[in-house]
């Protein structure tokens, strides 16, 4: 019963997250893509918790989650400094 509920969860996350990114117009996916870093720093913070889940599985899942989530921070942080530097003056 447990893995139903979470594949429902999953599910649910998945489509409500498509219906509203494709629902955000270009002028606004910057400035929340640098707003949603902070969402990924606590990703990373869960995500260094779950390595330290009992069970090898969790711990590569949690390396993976890691990994993954220190990427899109990163990224998110690249693309907010570049947009920055657009409207600095020369």
Known sequence: MDMINILTVLI???FIG?????????TLHTPLMSGSNAISGIAIVGAIIATKVSGEVGTWLGLIAVIFATINCVGGFMVTDRMLKMFKRK
């Open 12 to 14: 649910l996350a998945i």
């Open 18 to 26: 498509f219906e509203i990114i494709t629902k955000v117009p270009p």
